[in-house]
């Protein structure tokens, strides 16, 4: 079965569009995150199970606030063996108006990352499409 050549420029344009509008909607959530926010140490305490897979792993983190409390967190699950290990220190950003609003500063970074990947990737895309078009005209 021949493929038309017209195919291929509406696949990348739809495909960068796509990686595109993801990147950009990723990258207003990560902006929820104020930058106010606050750098406290942690320490793993666990590295649980995630789900049903015995691979999924996540760590379990207690950190104090600035009120002194004690005061846990998940991270992000993740397949990669030893990734986590208990007794490890990490870093938490917290929310110094409440501290119980805390993530992983590692979690931080690596969603920009990915947001940045989905962008250049859709921008490439778009401008292969774009330029698949001009060739096809």
């Given at each position: 079965?021949?493929?038309?050549?017209?195919?291929?420029p509406?696949?990348?344009?739809v495909g960068?569009a796509?990686?595109?509008v993801n990147?950009l909607r990723?990258r207003?959530?990560?902006g929820h995150?104020?930058?106010d926010?606050?750098?406290?140490s942690?320490t793993?305490?666990?590295?649980?199970?995630?789900?049903?897979?015995?691979?999924?792993?996540?760590?379990v983190?207690?950190?104090?606030g600035?009120?002194?409390?004690?005061?846990?967190?998940?991270?992000?699950?993740?397949?990669?063996?030893?990734?986590?290990?208990?007794?490890?220190k990490?870093?938490?950003?917290?929310?110094?108006?409440n501290?119980?609003?805390?993530r992983?500063?590692?979690?931080?970074?690596?969603?920009h990352?990915l947001t940045?990947?989905?962008?250049?990737?859709?921008l490439?895309?778009?401008?292969?499409?774009?330029?698949?078009?001009?060739?096809?005209?």
């Open positions: 079965m021949p493929v038309n050549l017209a195919f291929i509406l696949v990348l344009l960068g796509v990686f595109l990147g990723w207003r959530q990560l995150h104020p930058r926010w606050v750098a406290v942690g793993i305490i666990e590295v649980r199970r995630g789900g049903g897979d015995d691979e999924v792993r996540f760590p983190v207690e950190y104090r600035p009120d002194g409390l004690a005061r846990r967190v998940h991270g992000a699950e993740s397949a990669v063996p030893d990734l986590h290990r208990k007794g490890e990490v870093q938490v950003l917290l929310d110094p108006s501290p119980r609003r805390a992983l500063a590692d979690l931080q970074k690596g969603a990352t940045t990947l989905f962008l250049v990737t859709g490439t895309l778009l401008v292969l499409g774009a330029a698949s078009v001009l060739v096809l005209i």
